[in-house]
């Protein structure tokens, strides 16, 4: 897989590059906005599979890196695009599920010492699939409860929920549970049927009906 | 249609009856005045003493009330005089006198007492003189042309037959109409020549701003050196500590790492999950000192952010036209965080609108809920920092909570773009 990486401190993006690259990734790595915003969008290249790219970065060091994303995607939509960043707000993840498409990730910076997890969700990104990190997920659902939308689920139920929130498959939140899979697929049936969103057969849609109705 | 000259002439009439009591007021000034100068006179022969103090403070109400009614009826601000100090021993009646005396207020209030019969006075009787004299053209002169006979002119019109009382009506209504129509400009006239005389003198203002200062100074001061302690004590306890722990325990696992390679594991991934804990206490940090999403989006989208993760459904309407100094913008942020927070805790309400705008040089943010109301701003002390967080930039903070509600919060910054818009995002 080709992936362009966007990190401005050397420590980091040396460490990302040699974990892509031990998983057998072609890596670009670029430390600016401009630099980002060329390397995705350059027409001689052969586009990359996936970006992943820290929120802040110079020149400006704001929001610079998820700006560059979302004018990539915008040019190329679908193009799947990881974002990390030191802290995770709830408006950028809104921004980056906006286009209803998915294939993006949202993670704190803090998961890539997680290696497999984190390589994980670099492969689900890359194959159109959602992630949200777990902290905008817990958000997402104390404000849910606070406001009663989920108060009719069962302890269980706001587990599965939370996982498949978070862009897990059926299979993930079986494993995560110690559950079997029939199980895992009857519980998300009842959540469905408790909180009347219509169920898909898409799993990335699915994951992103679930995170609409929580951000909502 | 019809709305507008009926609130035009419902102005007028207000402003009219406005002058009236301005007029009124005005004789109560000169008699209050007279009384004063007569009290100075009598200091000599000792009975001043005791007349002086009273018939002061009498003045003193008197420009205050002025002062009231120049901000009420025409929004004109005018900042007093301090008031008299009140530590002066009761029965001593040659301090009391003394100290009066010594109030530069009180002189202010003197000079003010003589020239507001005259000049205040006189204004406000002209547009009073014009509708009653048009009244009397319009109501008398019908009916009493005829007991005159020749002789009897009304303003510059000689009345003694109908058509030339018909003129005389027509001037009357004009007079009327002239005399209305003006009553709303003399009022501001009014409050304007008052103005030098009942506000506290340059050197008294600067006096009172200077002490302002020194005031919000000293507590800036006090709170950024609280704020640096806290940050260092939570670095020492929290990021600090787990560091050391976290380089404790990799000393152990290297020395693990040949003899027992399993718990050497064990030690390794205690070690993930120690930075994992140090990294989100860092990071909850710098959210206190100063939220990352302000740098990067500013005011309205770190408003809207806050906005997402409010329990209550919060609406943002943010109106505005570029960034701010970071300091204000981090001022207004925490200012509006609390206002959020305690709606969410105190008021029971289930939706909150917050609206940001910059006009006239002033940054305002209200926060309105549709909660049970009768706030207490006296209560709980978020508040108070808050206020004295805007008080660093002149900024005030207006809470307005009836019982049933809504409550309303506003805040006001007075402070300059720092840099226009220059994206739509």
Redo the contacts between chains.
């Keep these: 897989m080709r992936i362009v990486l966007a990190e401005d401190l050397f420590l980091l993006r040396d460490g990302l590059v040699r974990t892509l690259q031990e998983y057998g990734n072609e890596v670009v790595a670029v430390d600016n906005g401009p630099s980002l915003l060329r390397a995705l969008l350059d027409a001689s290249d052969a586009a990359p599979d996936l970006a992943v790219v820290d ?2 970065l110079p020149p400006t ?3 610079e890196g998820l ?1 560059a994303a979302l004018e990539a995607r915008r040019q190329r939509p679908a193009l799947p695009v990881l974002v990390l960043s ?2 995770v ?4 993840a ?1 921004e980056l599920l906006a286009g209803g498409e998915g294939a993006v990730g949202y993670l ?3 998961r890539v ?2 290696t497999e997890q984190f390589v994980d969700a670099v492969l689900r990104v890359a194959a159109g699939g959602t992630v949200m990190d777990p902290q905008v997920v817990s ?1 997402l659902l ?2 849910s409860d ?2 009663g939308t989920i108060g009719t689920l069962t302890p269980r139920e706001r587990e599965i929920l939370a996982l498949m929130a978070e862009g897990r498959s059926n299979t993930a939140v079986a494993a995560c549970l110690h559950l079997s899979d029939s199980a895992v697929a009857k519980h998300i049936a009842s959540i469905f049927t408790k909180l009347a969103i219509s169920p898909s057969a898409d799993a990335n849609r699915r994951v992103l009906a679930v995170l609409a109705y929580l ?1 909502h | 249609m019809f709305d507008k000259p009926r609130a035009l002439v419902s102005r007028a009439g207000t402003a009219l009856g406005r002058c009236q009591v301005a007029g009124l007021h005005a004789v109560a000034v000169w008699v209050t005045g007279a009384l004063v100068v007569s009290a100075l006179l009598l200091l000599p022969v000792g009975a001043g003493l005791w007349l002086l103090p009273p018939t002061a403070r009498r003045l003193r109400a008197l420009s205050d009330r002025s002062r009231t009614r120049a901000a009420k009826w025409t929004g004109l601000h005018v900042s007093g005089p301090e008031p008299p100090h009140g530590d002066v021993p009761a029965r001593d009646a040659r301090a009391r006198a003394r100290a009066v005396l010594a109030d530069e207020g009180f002189w202010r209030d003197l000079a003010w007492a003589w020239v507001e019969p005259l000049v205040g006075g006189l204004l406000v009787a002209v547009p009073l003189a014009l509708v009653e004299y048009g009244a009397f053209g319009v109501l008398v002169q019908p009916f009493i042309w005829r007991l005159l006979g020749d002789g009897n002119w009304y303003a510059f019109v000689p009345v003694h037959d109908s058509s030339t009382v018909f003129a005389a009506l027509a001037l009357g209504l004009a007079l009327m109409a002239a005399g209305l129509l003006m009553a709303p400009a003399v009022l501001r006239l009014h409050a304007r020549t008052g103005r030098p005389l009942l506000s506290a003198s340059r050197g008294a203002r600067l006096a009172r701003r200077v002490e302002h200062l020194a005031d919000t100074r000293a507590r800036a001061v006090d709170t950024l050196s609280a704020e640096l302690r806290r940050i260092e004590r939570d670095l020492h306890d929290g990021a600090q500590a787990r560091l050391v722990a976290l380089g404790m325990t990799v000393d152990r696992a290297t020395r693990l790492l040949e003899t027992d390679p399993g718990a050497a594991r064990e030690l390794l991934l205690d070690v ?1 999950t120690t ?2 804990q140090a ?2 206490d860092l ?1 909850a940090l ?2 206190g000192i100063h939220p ?2 302000l ?3 500013g005011l309205g ?1 770190a408003i ?2 806050l906005a ?4 209550l ?1 919060a609406h943002v309407e943010a109106r505005l036209p570029g960034r701010f100094a970071a300091p204000v913008e981090s001022a207004a942020y925490f200012a509006v965080s609390e206002a959020l927070a305690n709606a ?1 805790k105190h008021s029971a309400a289930r939706e909150v609108r917050i609206v940001l705008t910059h006009a006239g040089g002033l940054l305002r943010a209200t926060v309105t809920d549709d909660g049970r109301g009768g706030a207490d701003p006296s209560r709980g002390t978020g508040l108070l920092g808050v206020r004295r967080r805007l008080d660093t930039f002149d900024g005030t903070l207006t809470l307005h909570s009836p019982h049933g509600g809504p409550t309303t919060l506003t805040m006001e910054i007075p402070c300059a773009l720092s840099s226009p818009k220059t994206s739509s ?1």
């Design positions: 929120v802040r060091y704001t929001d700006r030191q802290y707000e709830t408006l950028y809104k704190l910076k803090d010492t997680r958000r104390s404000r606070a406001r951000g | 993930r930075s994992e990294l989100a990071r710098v959210h990352p999403i740098t990067d989006r989208d809207r952010s997402l993760d409010s329990f459904d969410a995002c």
